[in-house]
RNA sequence: GGCACCGUAGCUCAGCUGGUUAGAGCGCAGGACUCAUAAGCCUGAGGUCACAGGAUCGUUCCCUGUCGGUGCUACCA
């Protein structure tokens, strides 16, 4: 019935704790897999880590360990991270994994046609292992500000791909949205980047200028350089090229990557599948940052955001919703504790919580717990849908929200509380207090349905309460008030 | 420097291809109620739609310029 659909999330470098950040890319691409799933199709999702690479390897031997063992502790953090924000990933891969290792060397075995050899030149710090560019080189004075070294001009060999010959290609699958970037301004600047043609990469370095990584085949001297070796990690992770159901799955959905990254995704990547053949994703989202109080994160202002704080603090639901309603999707958002309590005590507290509280009381009180018959309610999916499948994920909250005033509203229309008083008196008042708290539990079920892709674990808590025809004795508030960041309004008013 | 975008109520933002009194949420003020996490509901105050020209019968919404801000990208020295 459903298809097979296959959502990825850019894998992090391990050099450094996860933070904010990755939990957008992990939370993105949930929010899509369950909504997906919700509506009957397969979905394989897919998290991983990058492992690879000079700083990982400098960071081992700072550390006395191998670089594997390096990573094999680094990469946790990142699972933790994931499996804390509630995504229900299917897949994780280390790009150290033997079977990506294997299929990497497959890959580049395959590219072979579009690979060739060439002397690259430039600036070299060997205190960073890395080469800087002329401007760079001038701005110093030639002297590396971190190690107060000065630059070597150096040349080394490297093999690139001819990423070149498929610029037409790549720029018309961008134009033509057979592999469409989102959101649209995003694609505008990948066009206007490839505009003068897309330009070779360099996918290899020395080995003795980068020995932590996969070895090129055939070519002991040189070693795989991050984009070739990270990127193919989508497809070797779903089982290419030897496990022949990666092609239930590719092509990938959706790509989750943040906007830092989106030309590696949209340029490189796709180059390298055109030269094995395989086709490109349908689509690559790119999302914005999260900015704490206007300001980016930075490590030396100390501003940063720990995910764990605020799910430790108000559980995951309420990190979903804050991340998935209040920050938009493919733009900056801001992040702050009075934002995120205020949409906490009252979106979730307020207008939900309680409200899923006053209709479950009305019908504990007035009908001992039972519920009513009432005809589905029927609401129009078309704008909740349209916005999720246009990765429009805050308006998707936005109507859902709409619901939930609604039936706040209607209750008051209505006064259940007042159709109560005759109720013993009066069966035709008793039938339709009936109704009414009948179409509200119906109402509350469809609200959990909305809300399944964002919040899981809060739907589920609605429809215990009102699946089956009898409301539970003990309900408890779903989102309890909670003052930690800011006043507690109850408290004695000072004008 | 080039390309793209933005500047609308105190705050965050909607306003599709121009058409009578410019909208929402939050915040603020007031009101009626009591089923509920003193929650919710109703009403209200608040905007020269950055500025200046232009095209139009008519523009917040089109064109030009100015000022201010953002993203991507390039570069001189």
């Not at 906007?259 to 030269?275: E, N, Q, T, V, Y």
Request: charged share 25%.
């Amino acid at each position: 019935m459903g298809k097979n659909l296959y959502v990825t999330t850019a894998i992090p470098y391990v050099n450094g704790a996860p933070h904010i950040g990755h939990a957008m890319d992990y939370l993105l691409a949930d929010i899509w897999a369950r909504y997906q799933v919700q509506n009957g199709h397969k979905v394989r999702f897919q998290i991983g880590t990058d492992e690879h690479g000079n700083k990982n390897a400098m960071k081992a031997a700072e550390q006395g360990v191998s670089p594997q063992e390096f990573v094999d502790k680094m990469y946790l953090p990142f699972k933790e991270m994931a499996e804390k924000v509630g995504s229900g990933y299917t897949d994780f891969i280390r790009t150290t994994d033997p079977h990506h290792r294997g299929a990497v060397q497959y890959i580049w075995q395959q590219l072979k046609p579009h690979i060739y050899k060439n002397t690259y030149e430039g600036w070299y710090c060997t205190g960073c292992e890395q080469f800087y560019t002329d401007k760079e080189v001038q701005m110093t004075n030639g002297i590396c500000p971190n190690h107060q070294k000065p630059y070597e001009h150096l040349s080394e060999e490297n093999y690139y791909l001819r990423a070149s010959d498929f610029t037409d290609k790549i720029r018309e699958a961008i134009e033509t949205n057979k592999m469409r970037i989102i959101p649209e301004f995003r694609k505008k600047e990948v066009l206007e980047l490839i505009k003068d043609g897309v330009k070779d990469v360099s996918i290899s370095r020395p080995r003795k200028s980068l020995s932590w990584g996969v070895a090129v085949p055939d070519d002991p001297e040189q070693v795989m350089y991050v984009w070739l070796d990270a990127l193919s990690n989508y497809l070797t992770v779903i089982g290419y090229p030897d496990h022949e159901e990666w092609r239930e799955y590719w092509p990938a959905d959706v790509q989750v990557v943040g906007k830092d990254i989106l030309r590696f995704h949209a340029i490189i990547w796709p180059a390298i599948l055109l030269g094995i053949g395989v086709s490109l994703p349908k689509r690559i989202l790119a999302h914005g940052f999260v900015n704490i109080g206007g300001s980016k994160i930075s490590k030396s202002l100390g501003n940063g955001i720990d995910p764990h704080e605020i799910i430790d603090q108000y559980g995951v639901d309420a990190f979903r919703y804050y991340f998935a309603r209040h920050i938009p999707t493919t733009d900056d958002g801001d992040f702050t504790w009075e934002k995120f309590e205020l949409a906490y005590n009252n979106e979730l507290g307020n207008d939900l919580g309680n409200l899923v509280q006053r209709v479950a009381a009305m019908i504990t009180r007035y009908q001992a717990g039972v519920i009513g018959d009432s005809p589905q309610a029927e609401h129009d999916m078309g704008p909740y849908r349209e916005a999720i499948e246009q990765f429009r994920f805050n308006d998707a909250l936005n109507v859902t929200w709409n619901t939930v005033r609604s039936l706040n509203q209607y209750l008051d229309q209505v006064k259940p509380w007042e159709i109560a008083k005759e109720r013993d008196t009066n069966t035709e008042a008793a039938q339709h207090l009936s109704d009414v708290l009948a179409h509200a539990a119906s109402t509350l079920l469809q609200v959990a349905d909305l809300l399944t892709p964002f919040m899981p674990t809060t739907a589920t808590s609605i429809r215990t309460l009102f699946e089956t025809s009898v409301v539970p004795a003990d309900v408890k508030p779903l989102f309890p008030k909670i003052y930690l960041h800011t006043p507690d309004p109850k408290a004695p008013k000072t004008t």
